[in-house]
Antibody, heavy 120, light 108 residues
């Protein structure tokens, strides 16, 4: 059974770049027709889809964040990553990496989430 | 983008009661690509329903989804203690994927 684990700094300074990595275990980031997603949730608020990437590198970004977001995949490490530039306090959130069902893009498998706080 | 509006914001019910949650879309959801998730405090969301009405693996049959177009419903036939949580709908028919703001089902 595939498992996902986010890693990265829990504190980022305003105007800097947030970088997170999702390590995939129990499965391969290169397999099948899955899309690998990043989703975030500000404290006490709802969910916001950020982007997805396929094993081949095709991407789709939320237009509200597209100018600041880069998502990438490293098949050799079985990981995919998120970079969000020019962060502000509004980017403070729990960030989840997640995988869809493969046969459709509903989100089947989630990481536990990691809280990233933007503060000086 | 498609805006999803969930109602009510909070539902106060007792164990054993029936819960009916609504999700309304600002435009038709393509292919009925509508999912429901359950989230408990401190946990990641869990997929309950995909394709508007199909239960995900391992989800009890007291959870059911229905609807098409712009109006969707999640029904929990008889609430168990573990069902008290926040529920989100999500559309994945049109990019960007979007979520509703959530409905909290709390113990009355």
């Amino acid at each position: 059974q595939v498992q996902l684990q986010e890693s990265g700094p829990g504190l980022v300074m305003p105007s800097e770049t947030l970088s997170l990595t999702c390590t995939v275990s129990g499965g391969s980031v290169s397999s099948g027709t899955y899309y690998w997603n990043w989703i975030r949730q500000p404290p006490g608020k709802g969910l916001e889809w950020i982007a997805y990437i396929s094993y081949s590198g095709s991407t789709n970004y939320n237009p509200s964040l597209k100018s600041r977001v880069t998502i990438s995949v490293d098949t050799s490490k079985n990981q995919f990553s998120l970079r969000l530039s020019s962060v502000t306090a509004a980017d403070t959130a729990v960030y989840y990496c997640a995988r869809d069902r493969g046969v459709d893009t509903s989100i089947q498998t989630w990481g536990q989430g990691t809280l990233v706080t933007v503060s000086s | 983008e498609i805006v999803l509006t969930q109602s009510p914001g909070t539902l106060s019910l007792s164990p054993g009661e029936r819960a009916t949650l609504s999700c309304r879309a600002s435009q038709s959801v393509s292919g009925s690509y509508l999912a429901w998730y359950q989230q408990k405090p401190g946990q990641a969301p869990r997929l309950l329903i995909y394709g508007a009405s199909s239960r995900a693996t391992g989800i009890p049959d007291r959870f059911s989804g229905s609807g098409s177009g712009t109006d969707f419903t999640l029904t929990i036939s008889r609430l168990e203690p573990e069902d008290f949580a926040v529920y989100y709908c999500q559309q994945y028919g049109s990019s960007p994927w979007t979520f509703g703001q959530g409905t909290k089902v709390e113990i009355k």
